[in-house]
Nanobody
């Protein structure tokens, strides 16, 4: 199993970024997928989940209305569109295999992460 994130960077408050996660080594279309982030000095935080077909999504309250999770099963790729970014969105963003779980520790596979920094 391999999950490779890309698309992170530095952006000003109010800006946008789109993260991608290329998945391989498993049947991508058979798994719910999620994004988790970890801000400096804090524990990992669940951000969003999408079901296998892309018809159902969930978001943590702090990103609702600003972030959109999507997937392309033909390309084995997961996306996270981020708009109206805030400094508190600064974190290392991880693509993880799995759906809604009680704690992020239950995700079995994680990518290496992509850094998002929101700063003026």
């Amino acid at each position: 199993v391999q999950l490779v994130e890309s698309g992170g960077g530095m952006v000003q408050p109010g800006g946008s970024l789109t993260l991608s996660c290329a998945a391989s080594g498993f049947t991508f279309s058979s798994y719910d997928m999620s994004w988790v982030r970890q801000a400096p000095g804090k524990g990992p935080e669940w951000v969003s989940t999408i079901n296998t077909g892309g018809s159902s999504t969930s978001y943590t309250d702090s990103v609702k209305g600003r972030f959109t999770i999507t997937r392309d099963n033909a390309k084995n790729t997961l996306y996270l569109q981020m708009r109206s970014l805030k400094p508190e969105d600064t974190a290392l963003y991880y693509c993880v295999r799995g759906g809604l779980v009680p704690t992020v520790d239950e995700y079995d596979y994680w990518g290496q992460g992509t850094q998002v920094t929101v700063s003026s």
